[in-house]
């Protein structure tokens, strides 16, 4: 057995905790960028914060997922405000944002130079600006991964910015902030937060690390996702969820993903897709082709099994009684499928093959040919 395990430098956890941001950021930098999402406004109270510790911050808006011109932007605003510390505040694109960022503020050249996939792929030459992520939704887990995934329309992909100097100074986890994030938006990352404790667990890299992480974030996430969806105030079930997310992004930056992850990121480069909503549609699809490949006591099942006693609280439960409480659950948290986002038959072709060589999809349990990945892609619209 040889497995390694990388995380952030630290991180807190707890309700209450961005109260700390300011002598976390003083202890790291002087001129932060912080790097939020659309509505810049809700980072108000963290800008007070750093500027009654002495810091003069500076506050940069990302209009969605974070696209090529958008970092770019970000980083020449970076430069210019000679900034030494980045803050990324809001959901996974923010923390992506700030990452890259991060990143490229202090190595010189475009994005296009280290992308993987679509760019040159080169190594970072100089380590990123210290960067604290704080998130604000629960489901991405990107406060501890080591990678940024950006969008690229012009060849319209999503592709990874990925080095381990990448795993941010600090990942500061507040559960108080997903309070009032709305329901759809609660039901579609509390799935890929889910999709983000199976996957890892089922992949070919999993390790008895991941494994803990997992089963304890799977534990969390089935007690309290439709909890959370339900009642947006329910501070225990918040609390849960921000854990289940935390947790996931622990281990699928050491364990890898798996076949939904493959395909959501070719399916968010050609159509309008949020990853959330695209893990939430494929992954009952994704699971079901996993274990009827594999079969009846095969490692996947025997494994998936042991998740689908966490999944329905019984003990008893087999992967088939697992596979359906999936199956339910996306469908009562009204998970629309992919068919809304104007996808075509030509498109499910294509995603397929990108799909293929997607570094996700490496760590499937099972390998998939295209014709077995478009067949999911249709089962997920």
């Known amino acids: 057995m040889r497995f390694e395990f990388a995380t952030a430098q630290r991180i807190i956890f707890g309700m209450g905790v961005l109260a700390e941001a300011g002598p976390l950021a003083k202890g790291l930098g002087r001129r932060p960028l912080v ?4 509505d810049g406004s809700r980072s108000q109270g963290l800008l007070e914060l750093l500027s009654a ?3 003069q911050p500076s506050l940069f808006s990302l209009a969605g997922e974070p696209t090529l011109a958008g970092v ?4 020449a605003r970076a430069r210019a405000g000679k900034t030494d510390l980045v803050i990324a505040f809001g959901g996974g694109s923010a923390l992506d944002g700030g990452k890259a960022i991060a990143a490229l503020a202090v190595n010189e050249g475009d994005p296009l130079d280290y992308l993987e996939v679509i760019g040159q792929g080169r190594l970072l030459a100089q380590r990123p600006l210290p960067c604290i992520a704080i998130p604000t939704t629960a489901g991405t887990g990107s406060e501890v991964t080591r990678n940024a995934v950006l969008v690229s329309p012009d060849h319209g992909v999503k592709a990874s910015l990925r080095h381990p100097w990448m795993l941010p100074s600090v990942a500061l986890v507040d559960p108080a902030l997903t309070v ?3 329901a759809a938006i609660t039901a579609s990352t509390g799935l890929d937060a889910l999709t983000q404790l199976i996957e890892p667990f089922l992949s070919v890299k999993a390790n008895p690390m991941t494994d803990a992480l997992c089963l304890e974030g799977v534990r969390r996430a089935a007690r309290s996702l439709k909890r959370a969806w339900t009642d947006g105030d329910d501070l225990a079930a918040r609390e849960d ?5 935390l947790l996931g992004g622990l281990a699928l930056a050491n364990a890898g ?7 959501a990121a070719p399916l968010g480069g050609l159509a309008p897709v949020p990853h959330g909503a695209a893990c939430a549609a494929l992954l009952p699809h994704v699971l079901e082709a996993n274990l009827r490949a594999s079969g009846p006591g095969s490692p996947v099942w025997v494994k998936f099994q042991e998740l689908a006693g966490l999944l329905t609280g019984n003990p008893g439960a087999d992967a088939q009684d697992g596979l359906r409480w999936v199956q339910d659950l996306v469908t009562e948290l009204r998970v ?5 986002y104007g996808l075509s038959a030509a498109d499910l072709d294509l995603i397929a093959e990108r799909g293929l060589a997607a570094s996700s999809m490496k760590a499937n349990p099972v390998t ?3 014709a077995a990945l478009v067949a999911i892609l249709v089962k997920a619209m």
């Open 257 to 263: 993903l798996g076949a939904v992850h493959g395909l």
């Open 180 to 182: 009032g994030v709305p």
């Open 53 to 55: 510790h002495g810091l």
């Open 368 to 370: 998939f040919d295209r």
């Open 336 to 340: 629309p499928g992919l068919g809304r």
């Open 241 to 245: 969820m921000a854990l289940a997310s």
């Open 72 to 75: 770019r932007e970000g980083t």
């Open 35 to 38: 790097v939020t999402g659309r």
